[in-house]
């Protein structure tokens, strides 16, 4: 199958999980039910700030992610790689991409109402689908535009993980519940796919995936490797300190959110791991051999 049908396949996956996850959590009674199992409201005042040390640190994350200077940088730097490597069209997409899922985060909380089902521990207020786990998801995604592929494969970790703790913040803090987080991740992916599939796609040969058989296959082992390490390191340190920190509701939340991040990422890195979307500007046609007479 073309990649474009897949990535727009992809995309239909994303958006039905998306709809899926928008009409059980936000229309009922159960998903209300079990957003609020995962992080309650605090006694006092009524919000969703959790009760924890982590409140602090949290909230010093979000104030760093959405300084206007920090997302512009971000920004500037998928332009300079997609100039770099001569896809000047798909790092201005990948700039497109991120504005365009800010957009309709901000276009679905405003519209999406969140009905009153009687839930002690939900309220009216609708913050789905979360705005800054979906512009951080499209952040990433819009590297994979610009990135070779195996450059694609060893950013997918450590963004994923950036991700994760977006999402962990908004949750520890009280500004969004399980659902959002999990719902910004799917509008990331779901506009990543689209915008990659508007892209004209040259598939990898062996000089986009790693040269010969043998150091390709070293490469893996060696990014495989890397992943599971990573892995190790957060079920063996992290985990167990959140569970210290955090009531086990919001642990759950916070490793949920985490792994299905890590799951849709690696998802679509794996979908466009050898394409190269060459779109070049001002690119020259090779001269044609003139005959000698």
């Not at 991120?98 to 089902?117: E, H, I, S």
């Not at 590297?143 to 450059?151: E, N, Q, R, S, T």
């Not at 985990?239 to 299905?260: D, E, F, K, T, Y």
Request: aromatic letters at 4%; hydrophobic letters at 55%.
């Amino acid at each position: 199958m073309p990649l474009r049908l897949r990535l727009l396949a992809a995309a239909l996956c994303g958006l039905l999980g998306l709809t899926l996850t928008a009409a059980v959590f936000v229309r009922t009674q159960v998903g209300q039910r079990l957003d609020g199992v995962l992080l309650p409201r605090a006694e006092r005042g009524g919000g969703y700030e959790q009760q924890t040390v982590l409140v602090g640190p949290a909230k010093t994350v979000l104030a760093a992610f959405r300084r206007p200077t920090l997302i512009a940088a971000l920004l500037g730097a998928v332009l300079l790689v997609g100039v770099l490597r001569r896809r000047s069209v798909a790092g201005v997409v990948g700039v497109g991409m991120v504005l365009c899922t800010v957009l309709v985060a901000g276009a679905l909380k405003a519209a999406m109402p969140r009905p009153d089902l009687r839930i002690e521990s939900s309220t009216t207020h609708n913050s789905f689908p979360s705005g800054h786990v979906a512009a951080a998801t499209a952040l990433l995604l819009a590297f994979m535009l610009v990135l070779p592929g195996w450059a694609r494969r060893w950013l997918a970790v450590p963004g994923a993980a950036g991700v994760s703790v977006i999402a962990a913040a908004t949750m520890i803090a009280g500004w969004h519940r399980f659902s959002d987080a999990l719902g910004g991740v799917l509008l990331g992916v779901t506009v990543f796919c689209l915008a990659a599939a508007a892209l004209p796609d040259r598939p990898g040969g062996r000089a986009a995936t790693g040269g010969s058989g043998g150091g390709s296959r070293n490469r893996r082992l060696a990014e495989a490797g890397t992943g599971l390490v990573v892995l190790g390191w957060a079920v063996l340190v992290v985990v167990p300190n959140l569970a210290a920190s955090v009531r086990l509701g919001a642990l759950v939340a916070i490793v949920a959110a985490g792994a299905s991040t890590m799951v849709l990422v690696a998802s679509v890195v794996f979908l466009v791991r050898s394409a190269e979307f060459v779109v070049p500007l001002g690119a020259r046609q090779p001269a044609r051999p003139s005959i000698e007479r």
